[in-house]
């Protein structure tokens, strides 16, 4: 096989990282996502809430889904006080523990306004306060007064995401913020491309779903899995990288970047499609890890396990550490090997394969 991510892919992988996806706001991503794996499918759909998904062989009959999420985690305006602050409500799990100092942007119908989280001097702060919460974490735009605020263009429900952007440091770790779960829409774009590239031919439907809206509560997969009514579905996800300081082994488990991508024990998971992949792997000399999950896996592995009266279901995921910051990191290594795991697995999958435990 070629080599897995060219200078190409390269360079969609930092404009589509770039680009901002707001939970419930994903509509631009999406039509880039779109736009780079037009070429490798057979045609494509899209849902009401902004999923696209892309499909090889649309006219069979046994459906395979691989699938990852398109949504960042970001803010939205709540409250505007007559000074001219700007207090927020999270859309989906953002920190308010690394907001303090972070420069925003605001997304209006006016365009982008900028912002910074604001955070008083370590000289003024009453030691109470010094921790930052919800309460206190809150805008500046540089305005003095309520109505300069509404001049911009800045309302309740205006969408908030950080500034930060895409960086290689030492060669091989990407870093950014929307790592979770762009890095899976990327690897899955990039399994289209191997299957166009190798010329190689699959005997049933392929769907690569790139779902919105996972990190308030997989959203997005549940209404595309009840409309594609999957066979098989394999997804992708970040996990914790658990080796970078103030972690608990015991706790978290033992996951490192670099040592390949993440299979998932759980009940969600069904096994022998879990035993398939582990023996594609093996077989490709591609490394992987195991981690357990605790009933639900929390990913849009458990939407389409539980859709349809059951589908089965298996998690690949990239080891990522600092999940749900600006500077989420991984390894470009991790990448390519999910990318081949995720190739070979599909190619070990047969048409209308029965994955049931007793037949």
Request: glycine share 6%.
């Amino acid at each position: 096989m070629k080599k897995i991510i060219n200078s190409k892919s390269q360079r969609f992988l930092e404009k589509y990282l770039n680009n901002t996806s707001p939970t419930g706001f994903e509509a631009e991503g999406q039509r880039m996502w779109l736009d780079y794996i037009n070429p490798y499918i057979d045609e494509y759909f899209t849902d009401n809430y902004g999923t696209v998904v892309g499909v090889i062989n649309p006219k069979a009959k046994y459906k395979v889904v691989i699938e990852a999420h398109a949504d960042e985690i970001s803010w939205f305006v709540h409250y505007i006080t007559k000074d001219g602050f700007i207090y927020l409500r999270r859309n989906g799990g953002s920190d308010h523990m690394i907001a303090p100092s972070k420069r925003v942007n605001i997304h209006t119908d006016k365009g982008l306004v900028k912002a910074v989280f604001g955070w008083p001097a370590i000289h003024t702060r009453n030691v109470k306060d010094d921790a930052p919460s919800m309460k206190n974490i809150c805008l500046d735009a540089g305005c003095s007064t309520k109505k300069e605020i509404e001049a911009l263009g800045v309302h309740v429900g205006c969408v908030v995401t950080f500034e930060d952007e895409f960086i290689v440091l030492n060669k091989n770790r990407y870093c950014g913020r929307a790592l979770d779960n762009r890095m899976g829409g990327f690897m899955i774009a990039e399994v289209a491309r191997l299957l166009k590239e190798e010329k190689t031919k699959l005997p049933f439907g392929l769907y690569f779903v790139n779902a919105v809206q996972e990190e308030v509560g997989l959203r997005g997969a549940q209404m595309i899995a009840q409309r594609i009514k999957p066979d098989v579905a394999i997804v992708t996800d970040v996990c914790h990288d658990t080796n970078t300081p103030m972690i608990n082994k015991i706790v978290q488990g033992d996951l490192k970047s670099g040592d390949g991508p993440v299979l998932t024990y759980g009940p969600a998971v069904q096994n022998n499609l879990l035993k398939q992949i582990i023996k594609a792997a093996e077989k490709n000399k591609i490394p992987f890890q195991r981690a357990a999950a605790s009933r639900a896996t929390g990913t849009d592995t458990d939407a389409f396990a539980y859709s349809n009266e059951g589908v089965p279901s298996a998690l690949i995921s990239l080891p990522l550490r600092y999940m749900h910051t600006t500077v989420e990191m991984c390894r470009k290594e991790d990448v390519e090997n999910a990318i081949r795991l995720i190739y070979h697995s599909l190619k070990s999958i047969k048409n209308n394969q029965d994955f049931r435990y007793i037949k």
